[in-house]
């Protein structure tokens, strides 16, 4: 084991993938068929956590000096729609409401793709800030200004209650267990 303790960075980097990978496992069984199906009394469904989870850590890699661009290969910004390829912003974002209709939705492996590189390009945006960038107070979601770093412990926080959400839709839908 080494006696040199790791970056902050790399810590708070590490953190972000692990928490994408345990998501992840939440996503066996999902596909075409269900991935915008809903259950009474649940919030979202399975293409909307993943869109909404990857335009938060998206717009979280903005805090630590990343491009405040939206890859247009995986959103079409200010839409309220998306298509078989991209997450319409305004169908994904706070607030928004999610709809049974698949063709407002990424095809699943897309959604699935489009998460998997939200959480990648957060990591390298936190990897590769400056320790003065990650310390730097920023503009906050809901208007508060905190050191930059604070955005990866909420980060986590949301895609687990996201998770938690496929947890429960996952039972309802009767898609069992993914322990096995």
Same mark, same amino acid.
Request: net charge neutral; charged share 15%; proline share 6%.
């Given at each position: 084991?080494?006696?040199?303790?790791? $970056?902050?960075? @790399?810590?708070?980097? @590490?953190?972000?993938? #692990?928490?994408?990978?345990?998501?992840? $496992?939440?996503?066996? =069984?999902? @596909?075409?068929?269900?991935?915008? $199906?809903?259950?009474?009394?649940?919030?979202?469904?399975? #293409?909307?956590?993943?869109?909404?989870?990857?335009?938060?850590?998206?717009?979280?890699?903005?805090?630590?000096?990343?491009?405040?661009?939206?890859?247009?290969?995986?959103?079409?910004?200010?839409?309220?729609? =998306?298509?078989?390829?991209?997450?319409?912003?305004?169908?994904? =974002?706070?607030?928004?409401?999610?709809?049974?209709?698949?063709?407002?939705?990424?095809?699943?492996? $897309?959604?699935?793709?489009?998460?998997?590189?939200?959480?990648?390009?957060?990591?390298?945006?936190?990897?590769?800030?400056?320790?003065?960038?990650?310390?730097?107070?920023?503009?906050?979601?809901?208007?508060?200004?905190?050191?930059?770093? %604070?955005?990866?412990?909420?980060?986590?926080? %949301?895609?687990?209650?996201?998770?938690?959400?496929?947890?429960?839709?996952?039972?309802?839908?009767?898609?069992?267990?993914?322990?096995?």
């Amino acid at each position: 084991m080494s006696s040199v303790p790791p $970056r902050l960075q @790399d810590v708070l980097a @590490d953190a972000v993938i #692990a928490s994408s990978a345990m998501l992840s $496992r939440y996503l066996a =069984g999902f @596909d075409d068929h269900n991935r915008t $199906r809903q259950a009474t009394g649940l919030p979202n469904h399975a #293409a909307w956590c993943l869109g909404h989870l990857a335009l938060t850590m998206h717009r979280a890699s903005e805090r630590f000096g990343g491009e405040a661009v939206l890859p247009t290969l995986d959103f079409n910004a200010g839409s309220p729609r =998306g298509d078989s390829s991209r997450f319409g912003t305004e169908s994904v =974002g706070f607030g928004s409401t999610p709809t049974d209709d698949p063709s407002c939705y990424p095809v699943w492996a $897309r959604c699935v793709a489009i998460f998997e590189a939200a959480t990648e390009r957060l990591a390298t945006a936190i990897r590769s800030a400056s320790d003065d960038a990650i310390v730097k107070p920023v503009a906050f979601f809901g208007g508060q200004s905190l050191p930059a770093w %604070h955005a990866v412990p909420r980060i986590i926080f %949301h895609n687990g209650t996201h998770c938690g959400q496929l947890a429960d839709l996952r039972r309802v839908l009767g898609m069992g267990s993914i322990f096995g």
